[in-house]
């Protein structure tokens, strides 16, 4: 049996001109394979028609993905996993982003990447779902920030 | 502490972070890219060495940012270390994820957090707590999982929701890397099924899934779990609006198919375990509502498992009913895994998916690419004797507007199911000559002889079949397979053709010169391949012996290809020149009507000689003929070097290519035409042969035969013979020829000679002169009689027959 079965490999981000925004690998791979896969990944999901089903086989994963707005979001499953279902993983994630920032677009996730790495980190762990409510995750991510607020303010200010 | 006014909104950007990636994006090509990174590493390296400036999360961040371009950023790798170590959360948070990006566990610096991550797991504050369980979970080595798995543990047992959750999947993935460890784990995944926390209870019962894939025992044991989980899907279906859950609808839909994963691992193969959530698996099927994505994604995981466990037909029919019902979905993704799900199953419930044939035909038309190849996976699949008919109309139409890369696949897919259930003789015919038009050049090789062996045997559409083909040709002569097969049929039954009278096909006259036409354009056209012209040529020259008035045009065609640069049909066309010229006494015998031709397991021809039921095939009998010479031949060969004027080895090559195409193996790509010409050899007539004898001694006598195969090769066949009163034995045969001269012996057929010339041994040897040298041998004769050995050597000057 794989010890790498899990029900998700990666989820990669980028845009319409394939340029990376995101990168999450949930099994270890070697820098030159993970370069492979993202040139693989976007010559193929760029170069899909429109009206096709989001959907392909590659390799013996599944790839689900679906634009939004200018950005593609490419999910691999494993081939015995449900795929509606993984359609429905990417969504809550673009939910999740869009309640943090507020109308999130492409430039919020360029510019506080490693704010959409810590989002991601308490939805998702280990290639499987961590956590299956969205104000809670939205609750953790405030309550972390607010902790690092806090505390680099405490750090900066003046000891009396 | 202070208070803040918190809003939901993001927390306060780094601006140097950001700064960075605006001069990044402000770059105008990738020279000024690479410029600009540079000199931000540069500088985010300097600072790395300094002292503690407050903005080293800034310096890593920025460096993450690099690495995720592409740039190369390993000298990170160790300021991830540090930052780890860190007390500054700001600085944990940033190391952690610099960890996840940068280090995996082939790097030796990951073994050097194992440390902070052990420290941290027990941190007071949870969300320190979660960032090493989640760096753990990401990129944990084995050796990290077995040192902290005792910690986890403990963690699965005693805290808040928000950690145990976490810790479940940490769980997992140790399991994941040191199975061993699952046995660890399972008394603490049991008891979290009784949480109410979704999130604990979704980690719960992703671990226990685990457990259960990785070992019987786990399953065995899990097995009892079953009721509590029909409970907890049971409360997630029925009850009543979860604001917290709701996705459209639908209460917590990630948890549900997590749900029924299990419950399809745990009923697989076991009745008990089946029956027991068939009725929930009944209530989740007709209640989930299935208009938004999220509800048939609890329905499609739902119908898996029904068709995955020992459940009822009834419930089997449902869920049947329900990919039916995806089918018609107007939801493209929705059609196109109820494809994939009704492959699964076309083998073990075909009748129930034979139901929606309709509708899984009509996707053969759907636009997607990916939903037409499923849809003619699957309508092959269907096909059977009482729909093949409308099956193959809607097959056959796909077949003329299909994409290319499904072509072959379709084709051949169509000849398979015409094979096995073609309602007559003419259909299958038809059916085959359809795709052969529009798809040839995307047919298999064998498809060639399949057809015209099956064409032979359907005698009593000859003439319709020689029509049709004949028709196909002269408007098309640009698919190769359908090409061949009808040079063959105008070769074969031409008579017909000229006939015109065939009530199945539209009265057409038809005259000799158009039929040479016809067959010429193809030999001389630059889209018809070396066979297809062989094919051609062949034909053309069975007509002479189905035709009246153009016999002479027919022989100028055949002598013009007689200097033709192909190797192939300069042969072919050398030869039939011989049968009109030398053999022309046979050329109607060999040139008739090829009788039904048997097929064996390759799909390969197997040409019988006509009207000689007993011999066998010509071809393999050479075969042998070419085989390496045997070891006693060599032996024979070496030991004779001293009774040779020269003294050089004699080769023991088989005869050169020159020699007559009986010593050429037959090959896949093998036409009847090619069939006939070997049988030229076998039917070539010999005058009686002459023996002579050339050695006689007390009764011992030897004789030899000379048979001349072609130009240079003759195969000599020496006989022993003992008609005095006492045996023989160990009589062998020893033969040497000049140099330039190629020999081999076969094996004698033995090596005694009773008394009385009761039996006498024969040894074929072949020779081949391709020098046309003064031919002599001489035979070295061995033999044991009354207790002492004779040997004999005797020289052969003129052979006989030569």
């Known amino acids: 049996m794989l010890c790498l079965l899990r029900q998700m490999r990666f989820l990669l981000l980028f845009s319409r001109q394939g340029r990376l925004r995101l990168q999450k690998w949930f099994t270890p791979m070697m820098d030159r394979e993970k370069k492979k896969i993202i040139r693989d990944m976007t010559t193929m999901v760029l170069s899909r028609q429109p009206r096709t089903c989001n959907f392909m086989q590659w390799k013996d994963l599944k790839i689900i993905y679906k634009r939004y707005a200018s950005l593609y979001f490419c999910l691999a499953i494993e081939s015995q996993e449900n795929e509606l279902l993984a359609l429905e993983v990417i969504h809550r994630y673009v939910e999740l982003l869009d309640k943090y920032f507020g109308n999130v677009c492409e430039l919020d996730i360029i510019f506080n990447f490693e704010k959409a790495y810590f989002i991601l980190d308490e939805f998702l762990m280990g290639g499987e779902i961590q956590e299956t409510s969205k104000q809670i995750v939205n609750r953790s991510i405030d309550a972390s920030d607010m902790l690092q607020e806090t505390l680099e303010e405490y750090m900066s200010k003046p000891a009396f | 502490m202070l208070q803040h006014s918190y809003t939901h909104t993001a927390m306060s950007p780094s601006v140097p972070l950001q700064e960075m990636i605006r001069a990044i994006r402000s770059a105008r090509t990738q020279c000024e890219e690479r410029g600009v990174i540079q000199r931000e590493c540069a500088a985010i390296r300097a600072q790395f060495r300094q002292a503690d400036n407050g903005g080293r999360s800034h310096n890593l961040a920025k460096l993450l940012y690099v690495h995720m371009l592409g740039y190369p950023a390993h000298f990170g790798q160790m300021e991830c270390v540090r930052m780890i170590a860190s007390s500054r959360y700001s600085e944990k948070r940033v190391g952690y994820l610099g960890a996840m990006m940068l280090l995996d566990e082939k790097q030796d610096a990951s073994l050097l957090i194992t440390n902070s991550i052990k420290n941290d797991l027990s941190h007071s504050n949870q969300y320190v707590q979660s960032l090493a369980l989640c760096t753990l979970a990401c990129m944990g080595s084995a050796e990290m999982c077995r040192d902290l798995a005792p910690e986890i543990d403990r963690l699965l047992r005693a805290s808040n929701s928000y950690i145990k959750k976490k810790a479940a999947l940490c769980a997992v993935h140790i399991v994941r890397k040191v199975h061993e460890l699952g046995e660890l784990f399972a008394p603490a995944a049991r008891s979290l099924l009784s949480e109410k926390n979704h999130g604990v209870l979704h980690g719960a019962v992703v671990l226990i899934t685990e457990l259960c894939e990785r070992s019987s025992e786990s399953l065995e044991r899990f097995r009892k779990t079953v009721p509590d989980l029909v409970q907890i899907m049971k409360g997630l279906v029925i009850s009543g609006y979860s604001p917290e859950h709701d996705v459209a609808g639908i209460s917590d839909p990630f948890l549900q198919v997590r749900l029924l994963r299990l419950l399809r691992i745990l009923g697989r193969n076991n009745e008990t375990a089946s029956d027991a959530m068939n009725d929930l698996l009944a209530q989740v099927a007709t209640n989930t509502d299935s208009t938004k994505t999220v509800g048939n994604a609890v329905l499609y995981e739902t119908v898996l498992t029904v068709l995955d466990i020992k459940s009822e037909s009834g419930l089997r029919v449902l869920a049947v009913n329900i990919l039916g019902r995806f089918l018609l979905n107007n939801?493209?993704?929705?059609?196109?895994?109820?494809?994939?799900?009704?492959?699964?199953?076309?083998?073990?419930?075909?009748?129930?998916?034979?139901?929606?044939?309709?509708?899984?035909?009509?996707?053969?038309?759907?636009?997607?690419?990916?939903?037409?190849?499923?849809?003619?996976?699957?309508?092959?699949?269907?096909?059977?004797?009482?729909?093949?008919?409308?099956?193959?109309?809607?097959?056959?139409?796909?077949?003329?507007?299909?994409?290319?890369?499904?072509?072959?696949?379709?084709?051949?897919?169509?000849?398979?199911?015409?094979?096995?259930?073609?309602?007559?003789?003419?259909?299958?015919?038809?059916?085959?000559?359809?795709?052969?038009?529009?798809?040839?050049?995307?047919?298999?090789?064998?498809?060639?002889?399949?057809?015209?062996?099956?064409?032979?045997?359907?005698?009593?559409?000859?003439?319709?079949?020689?029509?049709?083909?004949?028709?196909?040709?002269?408007?098309?002569?640009?698919?190769?397979?359908?090409?061949?097969?009808?040079?063959?049929?105008?070769?074969?039954?031409?008579?017909?053709?000229?006939?015109?009278?065939?009530?199945?096909?539209?009265?057409?006259?038809?005259?000799?010169?158009?039929?040479?036409?016809?067959?010429?354009?193809?030999?001389?056209?630059?889209?018809?391949?070396?066979?297809?012209?062989?094919?051609?040529?062949?034909?053309?020259?069975?007509?002479?012996?189905?035709?009246?008035?153009?016999?002479?045009?027919?022989?100028?065609?055949?002598?013009?290809?007689?200097?033709?640069?192909d190797l192939e049909l300069q042969q072919r066309a050398v030869e039939y020149n011989a049968l009109f010229k030398k053999y022309d006494h046979m050329r109607a015998a060999v040139l008739e009507r090829m009788p039904v031709i048997e097929r064996n397991s390759s799909g390969l021809i197997n040409g019988d000689p006509t009207g000689e039921p007993v011999k066998e095939v010509q071809p393999s009998k050479v075969k042998t003929e070419v085989s390496l010479p045997l070891p006693q031949a060599a032996d024979q060969t070496c030991d004779l070097l001293d009774l040779l004027s020269s003294s050089e080895q004699q080769p023991q090559s088989p005869p050169a290519a020159g020699s007559s195409i009986l010593t050429q193996p037959l090959g896949t790509d093998c036409s009847a035409g090619r069939d006939l010409l070997d049988l030229l050899g076998g039917l070539e007539p010999t005058p009686p042969p002459t023996a002579v004898t050339v050695y006689e001694k007390d009764g011992v006598t030897l004789t030899i035969v000379c048979e001349k195969q072609s130009d240079s090769a003759m195969t000599v066949t020496l006989t022993g013979f003992n008609s005095s009163d006492c045996d023989v034995s160990s009589f062998t045969l020893q033969a040497a020829v000049p140099k330039s001269v190629q020999l081999h012996m076969k094996a004698p057929s033995g090596d005694s000679l009773p008394a009385g010339g009761a039996a006498k041994v024969t040894q074929v040897v072949l020779l081949n002169n391709p020098n046309k040298v003064n031919l002599k041998m001489r035979i070295r004769v061995s033999y044991s009689c009354r207790g002492s050995t004779v040997q004999e050597t005797v020289q052969v000057d003129s052979f006989p027959g030569l």
């Open chain 2, 331 to 565: 939801d493209r993704n929705i059609r196109y895994i109820a494809m994939t799900s009704l492959q699964k199953i076309v083998g073990t419930d075909h009748n129930a998916v034979q139901r929606h044939r309709g509708t899984i035909v009509d996707c053969l038309k759907d636009q997607d690419a990916s939903v037409k190849r499923r849809a003619l996976d699957l309508s092959l699949a269907l096909v059977s004797a009482s729909n093949i008919r409308s099956m193959m109309k809607e097959l056959l139409l796909f077949l003329s507007s299909c994409p290319p890369e499904l072509r072959s696949q379709a084709a051949n897919g169509i000849f398979t199911a015409a094979e096995r259930y073609a309602p007559s003789k003419r259909w299958h015919i038809d059916t085959i000559l359809h795709v052969l038009i529009t798809a040839g050049g995307d047919v298999r090789d064998e498809t060639v002889p399949n057809l015209i062996q099956l064409i032979t045997n359907t005698s009593e559409l000859h003439c319709y079949t020689v029509h049709k083909l004949y028709r196909a040709l002269l408007s098309d002569i640009s698919q190769q397979s359908l090409v061949q097969v009808a040079c063959w049929c105008i070769g074969e039954y031409g008579d017909l053709l000229l006939r015109g009278d065939c009530q199945e096909v539209e009265p057409m006259q038809v005259c000799e010169d158009d039929v040479l036409d016809a067959l010429e354009t193809v030999l001389q056209s630059h889209m018809s391949s070396t066979a297809t012209r062989g094919f051609a040529l062949t034909a053309t020259m069975k007509l002479s012996t189905r035709i009246t008035d153009n016999v002479d045009r027919i022989r100028s065609i055949v002598s013009i290809y007689g200097s033709c640069i």
